[in-house]
Nanobody, 119 residues
């Protein structure tokens, strides 16, 4: 059974930093794309960042470019999201996901971790 478990969320002041982690179990995802999405209250889930299987190709939403960095460790079957210079509008539940067929579609999802940024 595949499981994705996010951690590292919390409450932080504007301008602060957090590092989110997502650990996968149940199968190896070293050849799959991995990504982060978020959903704020009353809003639809939106794409944040993604990374291909090798780690050499990444994408990120315009709203987080220059502030958030995605990385992965295939040996640990994990993906990370470094969040710097956080803003109140970054407040959301953050989800990790795995895409078996590239960066455009995601097949497995975690339960999410809450990030709250106070002004």
């Amino acid at each position: 059974q595949v499981q994705l478990v996010e951690s590292g969320g919390g409450l932080v002041q504007a301008g602060g930093s957090l590092r989110l982690s997502c650990a996968a179990s149940g199968r190896t995802f070293s050849s799959a794309a991995m990504g982060w999405f978020r959903q704020a209250p009353g809003k639809e889930r939106e794409f944040v960042a993604a990374i291909d299987w090798s780690g050499s190709n990444t994408r990120s939403a315009e709203s987080v470019k220059g502030r958030f960095t995605i990385s992965r460790d295939n040996a640990k079957n994990a993906v990370y999201l470094q969040l710097n210079n956080l803003r109140p509008e970054d407040t959301a539940v953050y989800y990790c996901a795995v895409g078996l067929h590239g960066l455009a579609r995601y097949d497995y999802w975690g339960q999410g971790t809450q990030v709250t940024v106070s002004s």
